[in-house]
């Protein structure tokens, strides 16, 4: 009842791609502090709001899945970079994810990202940039400085898809993702998977 409550409240102040009005997007990670506290991985989540969801939220289910490695990831961004609005500073409530499970949460989520490639691939392309990039420095980046940072270090023959994949996420141009685009995606997204799979464990 509290989490369809929650739900509802979001959907009607969250914009939706159909809104014109300026709004943002809203994303919410709900976790209770005994789930999390001590940490154990992966971790459960109590609710997920994201509009990529807003179908499925409309429709009264709840898509997001608990345990969820990618909360490890969102709880590290959030204790190097948020903004506390009320109460205790999140580093006086939340551990720090040790880097061993930070790097498994990233490992985790691949398999779930390649499988959307199709369907949201500028997403997927600049989450996997910020995979490796965070692998490899243990650091959180935006998607865009994750993407510019993969750019550098791709071979010389890849790169045009996740280079359009950031103009689009900037809003610098459109980004379509049909045709020779997509054979491109791939073929960034494989470039990518492969520096991955070679960085040590």
């Known amino acids: 009842m509290e989490r369809r409550s929650l739900v509802d409240g979001l959907l009607s102040i969250s914009r939706s791609r159909r809104d014109t009005s300026g709004r943002r997007h ?28 807003r179908t499925e939220l409309e429709a009264g289910t709840e898509p997001w899945s608990s345990p969820n490695p990618d909360l490890a990831v969102l709880l590290t961004a959030a204790r190097a970079d948020s903004i506390t ?13 040790p880097r061993g499970d930070l790097d498994q949460a990233l490992r985790d989520v691949i398999s779930d990202l390649v499988a959307d490639l199709d369907d949201d691939t500028r997403n997927v392309l600049l989450t996997l940039t910020r995979v490796w990039f965070t692998l490899e420095t ?9 993407a510019e940072w993969a750019l550098a270090r791709l071979p010389k023959e890849r790169g045009d ?17 049909t045709g020779e685009a997509m054979v491109t995606a791939r073929a960034d997204a494989n470039a990518i998977l492969e520096a991955i799979s070679a960085l040590p464990r």
């Open 26 to 53: 809203l994303e919410v990670t709900v976790v209770a502090e005994p789930d999390i506290r001590p940490w154990r991985y992966p971790p459960p989540m109590e609710l997920q709001y994201g509009d990529w969801w």
């Open 85 to 97: 609005l009320f109460g205790p500073a999140i580093d006086g409530v939340v551990e720090a994810v």
């Open 138 to 146: 243990g650091t959180i980046g935006a998607k865009d400085v994750a």
């Open 161 to 177: 898809a996740v280079r359009l994949a950031r103009a689009g996420y900037l809003g610098d141009r459109q980004d379509p993702w």
